[in-house]
C-alpha cells in the first residue's frame, strides 16, 4: 500500500525501566509517541531477565539477556559491549524501513547490515564521546564510535550543544531532536506546605561524578551556615558506597536535612517535583538537562 508507515525498529543495549537515565527514557519515548502515530514499532534491548518479548506503550519489544561474565570486567567488557550479538542476531530477523540506534555499538552493526536489509539507518547520542576520553585499547570504544558517527545515513544529537561538539570533533552535521517529556504527567504543585522550610530537589543518577552530587552538597552546607532553612532531598540511583563517600565531610547539623529519596518509581517522579520549591541541576557536563 502506498500509505502504509515505515517499520521502525529502536535498538539500544539498555532500556526504561530496567535503566532510568535520559538515553532510555527518550528512546521509550520516542518509540511511545511513534506507535501512538500508527507506526509499526519494535525495540530491540537486553534486560537482567531472560528472552522475552513483550507488548509496551512504544510497541513490541525484544528483551535479550545480558551477555557478560565478571572476567570480562576486568578487560572492561560490559554488557553494553556484549550487546553487539544480539543486536546483529536481532537486526537480521527483523525486516525494517528503518533502524534508529542509540548506542554506537549496536549502530555500528545497524551500519554493517545497512545495505544488505535494504534498510535507512539513523544514530541518535544523547551525548557527545570526546575522542580524548578514550585512553585505553580493550574495548576499542573510541575507534567504534568513531565509525559509527562517521558512517550512518543521518547523525541525531539532543541538544545544540551536543551537535556543535560533534561537529567540532568528528566533522559531522547532525539534526537536533530535543528530549521528548509529557509535560501532562508534571503538573504544577503547591511546594512545600505554608510555614515550612522550603525545599531543594536534585534529581539523576547520582552515582555519575558528572552530576556534580559533591559540589551541591558543598553548596548545600554554605547555603545551611548562611542561616538558610532549606532541606535538601536527592532523588535518584545512589550506592551506599558513594553516599557515604560524598557525605563523609559534612557537618551533622548540615547532613541530618539531607533527605536521600533512592530512585524509587517513575510515577514519583511528579509528586516530588510538586512538591519542591526549587529544582537543582548541579552537573558538571550535561547534554541536555532533560530534568529541568
Known amino acids: 500500500m502506498a500509505d502504509a508507515k515505515p517499520t521502525i525498529l529502536l535498538t539500544h543495549p539498555y532500556c526504561w525501566p530496567h535503566v532510568r537515565r535520559g538515553t532510555e527514557r527518550n528512546m521509550d519515548g520516542l518509540g511511545t509517541w511513534l506507535y501512538s502515530q500508527g507506526y509499526p514499532v519494535t525495540t530491540h534491548s537486553s534486560h537482567p531477565g531472560a528472552y522475552c518479548e513483550e507488548q509496551t506503550g512504544a510497541g513490541r519489544r525484544v528483551l535479550y539477556p545480558q551477555r557478560w561474565h565478571p572476567l570480562l570486567g576486568k578487560v572492561r567488557i560490559q554488557p553494553l559491549h556484549s550487546f553487539l550479538v544480539s543486536a546483529w542476531q536481532g537486526i537480521r530477523a527483523e525486516h525494517p524501513d528503518i533502524v534508529h540506534s542509540f548506542h554506537f555499538n549496536d549502530a555500528l552493526v545497524a551500519q554493517s547490515l545497512a545495505k544488505k536489509r535494504d534498510y535507512r539507518h539513523l544514530f541518535q547520542i544523547n551525548g557527545t564521546p570526546l575522542p580524548g576520553g578514550f585512553r585505553r585499547f580493550l574495548p576499542p570504544d573510541r575507534s567504534i564510535v568513531r565509525r559509527a558517527i562517521l558512517g550512518t545515513q543521518l ?10 561538539l560533534i561537529f567540532e570533533h568528528y566533522g559531522v552535521e547532525s539534526e537536533v531532536i530535543v528530549p521528548p517529556v509529557d509535560v501532562e504527567r508534571f503538573q504544577p504543585g503547591p511546594g512545600p506546605a505554608d510555614g515550612a522550610p522550603p525545599v531543594l530537589l536534585a ?21 545551611r551556615q548562611r542561616g538558610s532553612e532549606a532541606r535538601l532531598q536527592l532523588s535518584g540511583r545512589l550506592s551506599a558506597e558513594n553516599q557515604a563517600s560524598a557525605f563523609a565531610g559534612l557537618p551533622e547539623p548540615v547532613r541530618k536535612h539531607i533527605e536521600v529519596l533512592g530512585l ?29
Open 203 to 223: 534529581v539523576g543518577d547520582l552515582n555519575q561524578p558528572n552530576k556534580g552530587l559533591r559540589v551541591l552538597l558543598e553548596a548545600f552546607a554554605l547555603l
Open 155 to 164: 547523525m541525531l544529537t539532543c541538544s545544540g550543544f551536543c551537535r556543535d
Open 264 to 292: 524509587g518509581q517513575p510515577e514519583d517522579l511528579p509528586r516530588q517535583y510538586a512538591g519542591a520549591s526549587l529544582l537543582v541541576l548541579p552537573s558538571v557536563w550535561e547534554a541536555s538537562g532533560s530534568v529541568m
